[in-house]
C-alpha cells in the first residue's frame, strides 16, 4: 500500500498534467487533494525537520497555484446566471430593457474582482 506521502506526489502529478491540459477544474482538486494528503502526512510523520520545511515549501506553492487557478476559474463562470439561481438578481444587476449590456457586464466585473480579493484575502 502506497504511503501518504507517495499519494500526494502522485496527485500533484496528475495535477500538473491536468494544468497543462487547461482541464484547471481537476488541477484545482488534485493539487487541493494533494495539499490535504501531505498535511495529513506532516501531522503523522516524524520526519526530519529539513523534509518538513521541504514539504512545506512545497504545499505553500501548491496552495498558490491552487488560488490562481480557482481565481481563473471564478472569471470565467457566468455570475448572472449564479445571481438568478440565488435569487438575488434584480433589473439593475442582470440587464433589462432599461439596463445597458456594458453596465451590466462592469457591475459584473466588479462582483468577480470583489469575490477574487475576497477569496485570495481568506487565504
Known sequence: ???????????????????????????????????????????????????????EARIQEYEHRARI?????????????????LDICNEDWCGSSTSSNSTTTRKVHKLILFLKDAYLFSS
Do not use: P, W
Open 69 to 85: 487557478i480557482d481565481c481563473h476559474l471564478l472569471e470565467q463562470t457566468d455570475l448572472k446566471k449564479l445571481l438568478r439561481e
Open 1 to 55: 500500500m502506497a504511503s501518504s506521502l507517495e499519494i500526494g506526489v502522485r496527485l500533484v502529478r496528475q495535477a500538473v498534467i491536468q494544468d497543462s491540459k487547461q482541464n484547471y477544474e481537476e488541477a484545482s482538486r488534485c493539487y487541493k487533494e494533494a495539499i490535504k494528503t501531505f498535511n495529513e502526512y506532516k501531522k503523522s510523520s516524524n520526519q526530519g525537520a529539513e523534509l518538513l520545511a521541504l514539504l
